[in-house]
């Protein structure tokens, strides 16, 4: 990489700061591209982070529809899904979410951080109410996506909707 895209905040803020908090959830883990789970190299696991996938492609997408299943975790974050390589829409993540989403600013301001405001889930057992939860370079990236879905079990808050939530695949 030139040196413009190492200091970049998104490289900064998923791949040096994200895959070095990795490094601290006492069990193993394997990185893998997106191109390698639609092509069906990749084994099934029971945790999924996705780290800046932000655009799947229909093959990409149906391979992560078909991690839903046995129980299976799948954590998205930031923008991931928002685009098919055709068109960028918020209905692309939605969809593969499983949750009702909104835009919450376009504008790059400090309220991407998300507050956690309950504790009584396994996702946040530990945590503590008002815990800051997201990267420290976070206010700088757009647009900030919350969720607002009823059906979500809403456990960390922006300022104006849930900034982290539990929901269940079919």
Do not use: C
């Not at 078909?66 to 969809?95: C, H, P, V, W, Y």
């Not at 949750?99 to 998300?114: D, G």
């Amino acid at each position: 990489y030139e040196e413009e895209h190492l200091n970049s905040v998104l490289y900064v803020s998923v791949f040096r700061e994200q895959l070095k908090e990795l490094g601290y959830i006492g069990a193993p883990y394997d990185i893998y591209l997106l191109d390698d789970l639609a092509a069906g190299l990749v084994p099934e696991h029971k945790v999924n982070i996705f780290l800046a996938t932000n655009l799947m492609t229909e093959q990409e997408r149906a391979a992560v529809e078909g991690l839903k299943k046995n129980g299976n975790i799948l954590l998205f974050q930031f923008t991931d899904a928002i685009s098919d390589g055709k068109r960028t829409d918020l209905s692309l993540m939605e969809s593969l979410v499983g949750m009702n989403l909104q835009i919450i600013s376009t504008e790059r301001q400090p309220i991407a951080a998300a507050k956690i405001s309950n504790t009584n889930h396994w996702l946040t057992d530990g945590m503590y109410v008002g815990q800051s939860y997201g990267v420290r370079h976070y206010n700088m990236l757009s647009p900030v996506i919350g969720v607002s879905d009823a059906e979500a079990v809403s456990l960390a808050d922006h300022t104006t909707s849930s900034g982290l939530a539990a929901g269940q695949t079919a």
